[in-house]
């Protein structure tokens, strides 16, 4: 959710379905400029705005995304990640 009020504020030409719309104002709406400085100094701001475009792109009807098994080395990759960032 903050990925999306980020992107929402430094690109606000960029179409968000409409659920994802709707559900924006609910969610904080568009941040700040504050705010924006403090998302974008998080070191995990990067890949949580990868992850949200992920999500956006992903928005597609019929878009055939094959099956779990096809998604494994992407899973590992971040779960790898996600191990290394913990202390």
Same mark, same amino acid.
């Given at each position: *959710?903050?990925?999306?009020?980020? %992107?929402?504020?430094?690109?606000?030409?960029?179409? %968000?379905?409409?659920?994802?719309?709707?559900? @924006?104002? &609910?969610?904080?709406?568009? *941040?700040?400029?504050?705010?924006?400085?403090?998302?974008? $100094?998080?070191? /995990? $701001?990067?890949? $949580?705005? &990868? @992850?949200?475009?992920? /999500?956006?792109?992903?928005?597609?009807?019929?878009? /055939?995304?094959?099956? *779990?098994? /096809?998604?494994?080395?992407? %899973?590992? %990759?971040?779960?790898?990640?996600?191990? $290394?960032?913990?202390?």
């Amino acid at each position: *959710m903050p990925a999306k009020r980020y %992107l929402a504020a430094v690109k606000p030409d960029r179409r %968000l379905s409409p659920q994802s719309a709707l559900t @924006l104002g &609910t969610q904080g709406g568009v *941040m700040g400029p504050a705010e924006v400085r403090a998302f974008a $100094a998080d070191p /995990d $701001a990067e890949a $949580a705005v &990868t @992850l949200r475009q992920a /999500d956006d792109a992903g928005k597609v009807a019929g878009l /055939d995304a094959g099956v *779990m098994e /096809d998604w494994r080395p992407v %899973l590992e %990759l971040v779960a790898a990640g996600a191990y $290394a960032h913990t202390p």
